[in-house]
T-cell receptor, first 111, second 115 residues
């Protein structure tokens, strides 16, 4: 079973639309990271959230860490084709010795 | 540019060949990792090195052999691979394996095809 569940698995939208993707777990995490990976490239770190309830903004991207530190969301406003990619969440559960990655959400933004 | 460089970017090898993947990081990190990413599967952690010592080996077949000669370099030696080993192999580095924040910086990966 996957420690971090991401949803939806695939998302295809038109340019200009808003979207939210989710990263959920039954475990508590000391921190969570979000990465974006473009085809044929390695994942690139976008943000780290540490505090329960924390909200971080990166231009049109808004990241939120759940109050209980078990889940996180990524909201993109006015999506652009350049946002296309695989969005991965990762983190280390407080009762785990290593970090883990979710399965990812593949986002396609059509012009 | 993430500060982690992998070579080669693409590799095609036969099942009887021996090849090596190379990773170099210029971030001053003390932990390095090998991941395997196959189509429609999540990232699989293969090996973890901390301060040049292997601290984790996730039941990876012996046809994959890692080597970490110093904190800046990591190799993955490959021999007698199978077609199902075809995947994107990613190297990453971080400041440490035991930190609260596990931010990893990835290389661009080596796309390996076993024929």
């Amino acid at each position: 079973t996957q420690l971090l569940e991401q949803s939806p698995q695939f998302l295809s939208i038109q340019e200009g639309e808003n979207l939210t993707v989710y990263c959920n777990s039954s475990s508590v995490f000391s921190s969570l990271q979000w990465y974006r990976q473009e085809p044929g490239e390695g994942p690139v770190l976008l943000v780290t959230v540490v505090t329960g309830g924390e909200v971080k903004k990166l231009k049109r991207l808004t990241f939120q860490f759940g109050d209980a530190r078990k889940d996180s969301s990524l909201h993109i406003t006015a999506a652009q084709p350049g946002d296309t990619g695989l969005y991965l969440c990762a983190g280390r559960a407080t009762n785990a010795g290593k970090s883990t990655f979710g399965d990812g959400t593949t986002l396609t933004v059509k012009p | 540019e993430t500060g982690v460089t992998q070579t080669p970017r693409h590799l095609v090898m036969g099942m009887t060949n021996k090849k090596s993947l190379k990773c170099e990081q210029h971030l001053g990190h003390n932990a390095m990792y090998w991941y395997k990413q196959s189509a429609k599967k999540p990232l699989e952690l293969m090996f973890v090195y901390s301060l040049e010592e292997r601290v984790e080996n996730n039941s990876v077949p012996s046809r994959f052999s890692p080597e970490c000669p110093n904190s800046s370099h990591l190799f993955l030696h490959l021999h007698t691979l199978q077609p199902e080993d075809s995947a994107l192999y990613l190297c990453a580095s971080s400041q440490g394996t035991a930190n609260m924040n596990t931010e990893a910086f990835f290389g661009q990966g080596t796309r390996l095809t076993v024929v």
